[in-house]
């Protein structure tokens, strides 16, 4: 078992100042894709080495946690989100010693280690399933997933009438042993990402066992993807409707958000309760609203749950002032932080998002406006950690980067981007490896090229070229994050208080410090709120008043 880190005794809360009930509160958590961060071997391919490597950088952004996204044993046909094996490590990225390594590395540093849980689906190469499919109908394992016969007049049909998220029926036909045509097998995502019967206690007891393996290695905690798809409703009834991916988000599936899966998490609750150092759980759950999302945190379930209805609101005042307001309001009663994140690896990058006319959702095929979008990115950023509760940083974010939208088709690996009637199949556009110099193989990545290729534009964005430079975004952020972790009004907290603005703009208040964003597209002109701590543009202030430039996000202490 490796070392871990203490619970801190610092932080702060508007609700309780000076008092924090754990690290998650108001914690800032930088999400690694391990593909993408830093390759430590040369092969063009991210790996756990070059995590290891760039975690002084971390240290030194600010940030208080690492999320990993998954890097355990996998053929790779969803980038590592299908799993053959949960305790080993797909030799792409390492071995457990490297994991070994930068747990304790990391814990050195004093940052906490998150690692990607994906309970919902295996692949199709995990020893369960294909022992269910050599074994035939009747094996036992088959049950451990959701095996069913077809419909029609010789089960030429499927099951019932769910779709994948990919695109197409979430059901895939099986063929026996002996050649001929057998039951389907459901996936909600790819036909090589099997969906678990989480109605089988030999799949629960599997899970409380990976928990422990992780936990003992030192991990802090676990982000869980689709926590909403664990349970399914009973009898898998049809849905009577297709383009349901549309439906995704606005309603109760009958494979998303059951009630049944609480009970999972109130299990799993009990085993990070049984270890040191506040060890958490974070819901990756879509759901219709805030409310049931709040559902994922109740006291005895997980910590957080990432806010995607935040995520999805476009550059408008009075949009985000309400997805704010919603926001609070639902984690309040349950006692759980409220998380704010603008970025992720599954969306285009925000820089790009606010580049384009609003309303186009959170996967973009065009640049847009990349001056205005870079400056929307900032002002969001500050907006976001000025916040209170938890905020999440997607890696190059803080770097200003752009969706790279011109991506070669045959360059690209995201697998609904080959299911055409399935998502957009873009997110390949987040997922270009970060530039960390100006020059040289894929900008610092690695010594052996980028499994994505990198736009020439990369240098100039580099860590290498914005580290120092006045105004840049990378020093932006470092100096968001260092005022957040001493400013007392920063950080962990329930509430806002909302300030008179003009149309257009925000202004709320907490102990000690005004946030004041201007999100149309002209200079406003307001009260000096007392002194500039830290603004996404240059400002200058003119007596009792300041002109606010277009989106600029200005903090100020009172």
């Not at 430590?40 to 991210?46: F, K, S």
């Not at 094996?85 to 990225?93: C, S």
């Not at 898998?236 to 991916?245: A, I, M, R, S």
């Not at 090229?449 to 840049?472: K, M, V």
Request: charged share 25%; glycine share 10%; net charge negative.
């Amino acid at each position: 078992m490796t070392q871990h880190l203490a619970a801190p005794s610092t932080g702060t809360s508007d609700a309780a100042p000076g008092h924090r009930t754990g690290w998650w509160q108001d914690a800032v958590i930088y999400q690694v894709y391990p593909r993408s961060f830093a390759d430590g071997n040369g092969d063009g391919m991210g790996d756990l080495a070059g995590v290891r490597d760039r975690l002084p950088y971390l240290k030194d952004l600010g940030v208080d946690a690492v999320w990993l996204s998954p890097f355990y044993a996998s053929p790779q046909a969803d980038a590592g989100y299908d799993v053959s094996d949960y305790r080993a490590i797909d030799p792409m990225f390492g071995t457990l010693l490297d994991a070994d390594a930068l747990i304790r590395d990391a814990h050195d540093l004093g940052l906490r280690i998150i690692v990607d849980l994906v309970p919902n689906h295996s692949s199709d190469q995990h020893e369960w399933f294909k022992r269910a499919l050599a074994e035939g109908p009747g094996s036992a394992l088959r049950e451990r997933y959701h095996f069913r016969p077809g419909k029609g007049a010789d089960g030429e049909l499927p099951p019932n009438d769910w779709e994948s998220i990919f695109g197409g029926p979430a059901w895939t036909r099986t063929t026996d042993p002996d050649g001929t045509p057998g039951d389907w097998y459901l996936h909600l995502f790819a036909p090589e990402q099997p969906d678990f019967n989480w109605e089988h206690p030999a799949v629960a007891d599997e899970f409380r066992s990976i928990l422990r393996f992780w936990l003992d290695m030192g991990v802090d905690g676990f982000r869980v993807d689709v926590a909403h798809g664990l349970v399914k409703a009973e009898g898998l009834p049809d849905l009577g409707t297709h383009d349901q991916l549309k439906l995704l988000g606005n309603d109760v599936m009958p494979f998303f958000d059951q009630d049944g899966v609480h009970e999972i998490y109130r299990s799993w609750r009990t085993i990070l309760d049984e270890y040191p150092g506040d060890r958490i759980a974070v819901a990756e759950a879509w759901t219709p609203t805030v409310e049931r999302t709040a559902n994922y945190v109740r006291h005895d379930e997980m910590h957080q749950a990432f806010n995607f209805q935040y995520l999805s609101t476009d550059w408008d005042a009075a949009e985000l002032r309400k997805v704010i307001d919603v926001s609070l309001d639902a984690m309040r009663p349950v006692g759980a932080p409220t998380t704010w994140v603008l970025s992720n690896h599954d969306v285009t990058r925000h820089a790009t998002r606010f580049a384009n006319p609003p309303g186009l959702g959170t996967q973009i095929r065009t640049a847009g406006d990349r001056e205005m979008g870079l400056r929307r990115a900032r002002a969001a950023s500050l907006l976001m950690l000025a916040l209170p509760g938890s905020a999440y940083v997607y890696q190059g974010e803080e770097l200003g980067l752009p969706d790279v939208t011109d991506l070669p088709d045959e360059a690209r690996q995201d697998p609904s981007f080959f299911r055409a009637d399935g998502q957009d199949g873009f997110r390949d556009g987040c997922r270009v490896p970060i530039p960390w110099t100006r020059e040289g193989s894929s900008y610092g990545f690695g010594s052996g090229g980028s499994w994505l290729p990198q736009p020439d534009s990369w240098g100039e964005l580099s860590i290498e070229a914005q580290t120092g430079r006045a105004g840049s975004t990378l020093e932006l952020y470092r100096a968001a994050l260092a005022a957040r972790r001493v400013h007392p009004g920063l950080g962990a907290g329930t509430a806002v208080e909302w300030l008179d603005a003009p149309e257009g703009l925000l202004a709320f208040a907490r102990p000690g410090f005004v946030c004041t964003v201007n999100t149309t597209g002209r200079p406003v002109r307001i009260p000096v709120r007392g002194q500039v701590l830290l603004s996404s543009s240059p400002v200058a202030t003119d007596g009792a008043e300041i002109e606010l430039p277009a989106d600029t996000t200005v903090w100020w202490t009172v």
